[in-house]
């Protein structure tokens, strides 16, 4: 075995060949399964540039259907957020090794890992099963689908709290409470305000897409422009979701800057 080791270490370039070998073997074996058909690919240039030639002009008249839906969609999302980082929260806590114990790790880690596993269109379909066409439908759908990825995020957060302050507050006799409010809470917050404020501006995004299972928003138009064929109708909604995301983008990311500076 050490003969080994020394062979690696003295001959280390070998095991970066190997490396670069496997992920050679790997990308090769995911493009078989993929079955790409090159010729294909070259010959529908043409039917992309016309779908594309036909998005264009945008149509201006719908813009004030598109801004009444982008509301919506931006309530539905707040709402959304908050429905599930609300929930997230304790799910996280019971999740995290460093405080929770190993059969409620488990527990915890398993409905994370089953929110993650149902898409937000099945959701949202199940939503407007209960609920009917609309927003709440889309409201609930995206606060159940944020617990599979704020529960995570801030569980990870929890577990990188340092172990020193939680170690002094029980040697000084805290509670699993206090040492969750005095402890973990302080460290925690700053970082997982940056990964809510991060799901908000994603939760935007899947709000549209959302809006194909008739969840309200300005899915929903968008959809509707589209099965109708009125494509310039339809980029409208696309241009006016693309400005407030990114006006949303700017001011978000300037705000978790100042949040991992705290």
């Keep these: 075995m050490k003969d080994f080791v020394s062979f690696i270490n003295r001959y280390s370039w070998i095991s970066r060949v190997l490396v670069f070998c496997l992920v050679i073997l790997l990308y090769s074996w995911a493009m078989l399964g993929l079955k790409v058909d090159f010729e294909l690919l070259k010959n529908s240039f043409p039917y992309i540039t016309d779908f594309v030639s036909r998005l264009f002009p945008p149509n201006l008249e719908v813009l004030d259907i598109a801004i009444k839906a982008l509301i919506e969609t931006i309530q539905m999302s707040l709402w959304g957020t908050t429905i599930g980082a609300v929930l997230s929260l304790p ?25 993650r596993s149902v898409p937000s269109i099945i959701l949202g379909l199940i939503f407007v099963a209960a609920t009917g066409l609309g927003a709440p439908a889309g409201t609930l759908a995206l606060g159940i689908y944020t617990i599979g990825y704020l529960g995570k ?18 040697v000084a006799g805290a509670s699993k409470l206090q040492i969750v409010q005095y402890g973990i809470l302080p460290q925690v917050l700053p970082l997982g305000l940056g990964y809510t404020l991060w799901m908000f501006e994603y939760n935007i995004r899947a709000a549209s897409v959302l809006g194909v299972v008739g969840a309200g928003g300005i899915g929903f138009q968008l959809k509707s422009y589209i099965d109708g064929f009125e494509y310039t109708k339809a980029t409208t909604m696309m241009l006016v979701l693309l400005i407030v995301v990114t006006v949303i983008d700017v001011f978000s990311s300037q705000l978790r800057h100042r949040l991992d500076s705290m």
């Design 153 to 170: 995020f801030y569980q990870q957060a929890i577990e990188a709290v340092d172990p020193r302050s939680l170690e002094s507050l029980q």
């Design 91 to 115: 799910i996280a806590i019971a999740s995290a090794n460093n405080i929770a114990p190993r059969w409620l790790q488990w527990l915890a880690n398993l409905l994370q890992n089953a929110v």
